[in-house]
């Protein structure tokens, strides 16, 4: 999924909640954040001596321990405001893949792209997977 089409997605739905499901069955808690969205760069050289350059995006969610009771997730308004601030500072590379990194616990932090999104009357539920 593209920044772009995730952030038409949110524009499109800012009543929702944002709800992100890193394995079947498994939820980011309630108490996420949105901590930080990197534009990211890299460049490389592979074995052949061939160039390589992508960019991406990546939204780091964090759990805070202090809301973990928490039972209902940020909205898609909210984080829509979140990357319009950052846009605004730092503007975002639109075109690119959007990832999301998390870890919590036992569970290693790991960057997650998106698997597909499932839209119901109240909630954007963001399927995601570690990709190979």
Same mark, same amino acid.
């Given at each position: 999924m593209t920044?772009?089409?995730?952030?038409?997605l949110l524009a499109n739905n800012p009543q929702k909640e944002l709800v992100f499901e890193y394995e079947a069955?498994? &939820?980011i808690s309630a108490a996420y954040h949105i901590t930080e969205v990197?534009?990211?760069?890299?460049?490389?050289?592979?074995?052949?001596g061939n160039a390589?350059?992508?960019?991406?995006?990546i939204v780091q969610l964090w759990i805070s321990p202090k809301d973990f009771l928490k039972t209902t997730c940020m909205s898609a308004e909210k984080?829509?405001?979140? &990357?319009?601030?950052?846009?605004?500072?730092?503007?975002?590379?639109?075109?690119?893949?959007?990832?999301f990194e998390y870890g919590y616990q036992d569970l290693r932090t790991s960057v997650y792209s998106v698997e597909e999104v499932e839209a119901t009357e109240t909630q954007l539920i963001i399927r995601m997977f570690v990709p190979k």
């Amino acid at each position: 999924m593209t920044t772009q089409a995730f952030l038409e997605l949110l524009a499109n739905n800012p009543q929702k909640e944002l709800v992100f499901e890193y394995e079947a069955n498994q &939820f980011i808690s309630a108490a996420y954040h949105i901590t930080e969205v990197k534009n990211v760069h890299f460049e490389s050289i592979d074995c052949g001596g061939n160039a390589h350059e992508e960019f991406q995006t990546i939204v780091q969610l964090w759990i805070s321990p202090k809301d973990f009771l928490k039972t209902t997730c940020m909205s898609a308004e909210k984080a829509l405001k979140i &990357f319009n601030i950052v846009d605004g500072v730092k503007p975002l590379r639109k075109e690119t893949e959007i990832f999301f990194e998390y870890g919590y616990q036992d569970l290693r932090t790991s960057v997650y792209s998106v698997e597909e999104v499932e839209a119901t009357e109240t909630q954007l539920i963001i399927r995601m997977f570690v990709p190979k």
